[in-house]
């Protein structure tokens, strides 16, 4: 679980690919990332490598937001060139499983890592949504409300509440997988723009 490049390399890996002007997908690299950081740990997983998963699962979206369905044809090879191994490149394209993105329609996530990433990076959009109602305060955000925002389907209807659950394949219950995401987006309020 070696990775090729730094943090700091990673975030010029980002913004080669993503304009730095587009906010809200910066906040999703960051949230996804600590979220992943924060569950590694619950779970003594590899923080640093978990969180590059959730950093750069997402790195070629600035290139291929236009036509959704590219998402995640162009990662792979800017991920090779940047020297990341097949299973770091096989892990960050499984969150796209059962997407209309090329081949992945019918391809279903098997791993434990698989099953993370995917329900970290989806997770970010409830908390952030949830956030920003809230008056953009996550400080005392609470998992009892942010359980019911979970229930309420036309909140944030984005937000695949199946690939949420999916975290509950990790051991741990959906509970204790939302207040692992409040805790992670807590994490780094500032550079959010939360409070
Ligand atoms: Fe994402």
Known sequence: MTLPISREQSIELLKKYNKEEDKNDWNHFLESESIMQELA??????EE?????GL??????????QNTVE?????????????????????IVSHGCGFECVGLKDKKRE?????ALAASE???????????????KISDMELSGLKKKF???????????????????????LDEFLQIGIDGVKNIKDKVGLN
Do not use: Q
């Not at 490598?49 to 998963?53: P, V």
């Open 151 to 173: 229930k309420d389907k036309a909140f944030a209807a984005s937000c695949d509440r199946e690939i949420i659950k999916e975290a509950e394949n990790l051991g741990i219950t």
């Open 111 to 115: 791993k434990k890592i698989e099953f």
């Open 71 to 91: 998402h995640l044809t162009k990662a792979p090879e800017i991920l090779k060139e940047a020297g990341f191994d097949e299973e770091f490149i096989n892990n």
């Open 122 to 136: 989806t997770l970010t959009g409830l908390i952030h949504a949830y956030a920003i109602m809230r008056g953009r």
């Open 56 to 65: 750069l699962h997402d790195v070629d979206w600035g290139i291929t937001k």
């Open 49 to 53: 490598y978990w969180g590059m998963l």
């Open 41 to 46: 740990k619950k779970l003594n997983e590899n």
